[in-house]
């Protein structure tokens, strides 16, 4: 997205919106791609959120995004009134009624804003002509606002109704991409275990997402700025979700331990495309710099999820899943790391 030629600190229009300051909290590549966007836009760095006009967050749980709203020095005491807060996190749609709630008590704007990241094995997969962003809101107003600015650094906003109806949207679509995504991962192992490694990309995919993936593995190209502890944020959000609706689904139970594995054991800033590193032996995966000792205890304190089952963000869905389907199930007396080893017996 092309920047216009309004030096910083400027003011100039933008879809209706004068620009101003704004401020972002959370990960760092979702900031790099927001500050780039709305820079282009005339907009500035504020240096306090008290001197924001907008601020937008990004977390990967739940519970780090209460801890930026609601702390004693949270976004709702140090925001002024009329602060535009968009959240930019995947999260749950009763969390984001609430997040609302609180806003409008406190003479706040609040708009849900979940981040879609449509082409997720990009190097560059944040780049904003790669980005769609659902909104939703309660008011008109904050809506209006937010929309204009989200796609400073998004290409694609879609409205979605009511408060929550976007993080409804946002868990939908990482079901279907959390199938995706290991689908592919597993389709390109099929073809490795049988020794035609190099006939996997040149069979067509059966989605452009896969397709993706795919040819990403087979070109080594596992590094992108959504890595899988994004990734993994985004699949528990939508447990949650499930959860919340007495849903339980397998499949995206099943992509939430995979990626939290790869978590452990290494992986956590890889691209998403990485998750092909998991149907590899040991040795293999330890070329790629990942360590399988280290999941060795992974499960043993009652299913954590990586440090946020201590916080209570995604552990309840576990308690629904007690089929056994852990890291106990890939282990064997043999070789007792690897994927790779698993579906070889």
């Not at 282009?40 to 990004?58: L, P």
């Not at 140090?78 to 749609?93: E, H, N």
Request: charged share 20%.
């Amino acid at each position: 997205m092309p920047c216009g030629s309004q030096p910083d600190g400027g003011i100039v229009r933008n879809g209706g919106i004068m620009a101003g300051q704004f401020i972002f909290m959370g990960n760092d590549a979702i900031g790099r791609a927001v500050d780039a966007g709305m820079r282009c836009a005339g907009w500035t760095r504020a240096a306090d959120v008290s001197d924001a006009q907008t601020v937008f967050t990004y977390f990967a749980t739940e519970t780090s995004i209460e801890d930026a709203y609601f702390e004693t020095d949270g976004l709702v005491k140090r925001a002024r009134k009329g602060t535009l807060l968009v959240d930019l996190s995947p999260s749950t749609p009763a969390f984001a009624r609430e997040l609302s709630a609180v806003a409008t008590v406190n003479d706040l704007l609040f708009v849900e804003a979940p981040l879609v990241v449509m082409q997720p094995a990009r190097r560059d997969a944040l780049a904003a002509e790669a980005l769609q962003c659902f909104v939703a809101a309660e008011s008109a107003e904050a809506l209006e606002q937010a929309e204009s600015l989200v796609k400073t650094f998004a290409a694609t906003v879609l409205r979605t109704g009511s408060c929550g109806s976007a993080q409804l949207a946002k868990s939908a679509c990482t079901a279907q991409m959390a199938a995706q995504v290991l689908a592919a991962a597993e389709s390109y192992a099929l073809y490795t275990a049988s020794g035609a490694a190099a006939r996997a990309a040149a069979v067509p995919a059966c989605s452009p997402l896969a397709d993706q993936i795919v040819q990403a593995i087979a070109q080594g190209q596992l590094d992108s700025d959504y890595s899988v502890e994004m990734m993994f944020g985004e699949v528990g959000a939508a447990m949650t979700v499930a959860d919340d609706e007495n849903l339980i689904l397998p499949q995206l139970e099943a992509t939430m331990h995979l990626l939290e594995v790869l978590e452990v054991i290494g992986g956590a800033d890889r691209g998403v495309a990485a998750v092909s590193l998991m149907y590899l032996d040991e040795k293999a995966s330890a070329e790629q710099g990942l360590d399988w000792t280290r999941a060795a205890g992974l499960f043993a304190d009652g299913h954590d999820h990586a440090g946020h089952g201590e916080q209570g963000d995604y552990a309840d869905y576990d308690d629904d899943m007690d089929d056994g389907f852990y890291f106990d199930d890939y282990q064997n007396p043999g070789n007792p790391f690897g994927f790779g080893t698993y579906s070889k017996n």
